[in-house]
């Protein structure tokens, strides 16, 4: 027998949002991966620290994150006069990866603002 | 002595999207908020797995981090002859702070569409 159907269907996974890759999506390292998209010739572990407004020990972990995935490449760079200093740069495969999230983010969005409306329309009509 | 401009300046804490509050930001809670935007009047436990695809454990506890922090509202219906529906639905505030975590995201999401953009600029003319 078939059921009447719903006021809306409850489609399966809907909402399950599978692209949003959690390496990336986490808050500081997707202002990380958003800095580095800007600068594909790479920042200095202190411009990064600047940028996103992270401590050395925030940034560090969240880089051993990036670059275990391979989304980064992180590189010391040894200068004259014995200074060295740490380059992180978003390798090509994080640049892909980095493309499917915003796609998947606008998505959510897109979602979002529709979501936004239906609510505030509800709440309007009662 | 002033310094020389660098190409780009460095803006401190650009990419540090404080707005992005954690507790809808995570992956699976912000399916949650979102599907719970849609129905003002609220989703059952059942619909909520069905539509963000969790299971009881996982979604029982993202449903009391979001309780907790005052984004939604979990109440079991006494229904007759003894059955019970558990109904979530997001609470006036949650409506509030899931709107100003939308115009957050919409910064990142033209912060990233920016970023590629630049990304794909230069890495064509090296």
Same mark, same amino acid.
């Given at each position: 027998?078939?059921?009447?159907?719903?006021?809306?269907?409850?489609?399966?996974?809907?909402?399950?949002?599978?692209?949003?890759? %959690?390496?990336?999506?986490?808050k500081a390292?997707?202002g990380i991966?958003?800095s580095?998209?800007?600068?594909?010739?790479?920042?200095?572990?202190?411009e990064l620290k600047e940028l996103c407004d992270l401590t050395?020990?925030n940034l560090?972990?969240h880089?051993?994150?990036?670059?275990?995935?391979?989304?980064?490449?992180?590189?010391?760079?040894?200068?004259?006069?014995?200074?060295?200093?740490?380059?992180?740069?978003?390798?090509?495969?994080?640049?892909?990866?980095?493309?499917?999230?915003?796609?998947?983010?606008? %998505?959510?969005?897109?979602?979002?603002?529709?979501?936004?409306?239906?609510?505030?329309?509800?709440?309007?009509?009662?």
């Amino acid at each position: 027998m078939a059921k009447a159907p719903a006021d809306r269907a409850i489609e399966a996974g809907r909402y399950a949002y599978e692209g949003l890759e %959690r390496a990336i999506h986490e808050k500081a390292r997707l202002g990380i991966m958003t800095s580095l998209m800007t600068r594909p010739e790479g920042l200095s572990f202190t411009e990064l620290k600047e940028l996103c407004d992270l401590t050395d020990g925030n940034l560090n972990r969240h880089l051993d994150v990036l670059s275990e995935a391979g989304l980064v490449d992180v590189r010391k760079d040894q200068g004259r006069e014995r200074r060295s200093r740490t380059v992180v740069k978003v390798t090509a495969q994080g640049r892909t990866r980095f493309l499917e999230y915003v796609n998947q983010l606008e %998505r959510v969005v897109a979602d979002a603002a529709e979501a936004s409306r239906t609510a505030a329309g509800r709440l309007s009509t009662t």
